[in-house]
């Protein structure tokens, strides 16, 4: 089984920058999708950013122009880079893959966003 592993996360003021990165335990090949998930307490997982082996990526609205997801399939990492931050970003971010052989979850990683 894979394990994910998160880092990154903090606190940053709003218009900021901030680059979430996510390891995964042993080679993860192609075929794959990795990305991102964020959740705020009492609310439900949103859908960030995903991106492909083959490089092809989508984003929420809401982070559009803000946010890049990109991977190193050599290193077997994905990373988020949040630019202009802003409060509501405030969340826990969760890394993922969707594999032919299953799915797996980081930890998560807190990001706040102060006004």
């Known amino acids: 089984q894979v394990q994910l592993v998160e880092s990154g996360g903090g606190l940053v003021q709003a218009g900021g920058s901030m680059r979430l990165s996510c390891g995964a335990s042993?080679?993860?090949?192609?075929?794959?999708?990795m990305g991102w998930y964020r959740q705020v307490p009492g609310k439900e997982l949103e859908l960030a950013a995903t991106?492909?082996?083959?490089?092809?990526?989508k984003y929420d609205d809401s982070v559009k122009g803000r946010f890049t997801i990109s991977r190193d399939i050599a290193k077997n990492t994905v990373y988020l880079q949040m630019n202009d931050l802003k409060p509501e970003d405030t969340a826990i971010y969760y890394c993922?893959?969707?594999?032919?052989?299953?799915?797996?979850w980081g930890q998560g990683a807190q990001v706040t966003v102060s006004s």
């Open positions: 991106i492909t082996t083959g490089g092809s990526t």
């Open positions: 042993r080679r993860i090949g192609t075929g794959n999708v």
């Open positions: 993922y893959i969707n594999a032919p052989w299953g799915r797996a």
